[in-house]
């Protein structure tokens, strides 16, 4: 399982990149997998401003419908639209051209709470 430990996690296994107040945010390679073929990523919350774990979107697989929780409040100041074409990207390359919005982070502190690497293999069982 690939797992950067330049990121963050959450237990909800949404990974995130921090770049100053900016977040960018995916789905790990351990939740992809878990989910199988992904053929849709919805994001109605465009330019929404949302609270820590609240749903932003869903992702949908051959088999099933996953909600995404947000996992630090702030606003969803952009939309992966690749995805809408090739959502498959989230399987081939979750940490890369498969992440899904960036976050205007509205609180800081809450970076504390996510999961180091090594923190979040020890929630998944790796």
């Known amino acids: 399982m690939n797992l950067p430990s330049e990121l963050k996690y959450t237990k909800d ?3 995130i990149k921090l770049e100053g107040d900016i977040a960018t945010v995916g789905i790990t390679d351990f939740a992809q997998g878990e989910l199988g073929d992904i053929v849709y990523v919805e994001v109605e919350t465009l330019d929404e401003t949302l609270d820590k774990d609240e749903v932003f979107g869903t992702v ?3 088999k099933t419908v996953s909600d995404l929780f947000l996992p630090l409040s702030g606003e969803i100041i952009e939309f992966n639209e690749a995805l809408e074409d090739a959502p498959e990207k ?3 390359d979750p940490y890369g051209e ?3 919005v960036k976050i205007k982070i509205s609180d800081t502190s809450e970076v504390d709470a996510l999961l180091s690497a090594s923190e979040y293999k020890e929630v998944v069982g790796a």
């Open 90 to 92: 989230v399987n081939s």
């Open 13 to 15: 296994h949404e990974w």
């Open 60 to 62: 949908e697989a051959v």
């Open 98 to 100: 498969g992440w899904m």
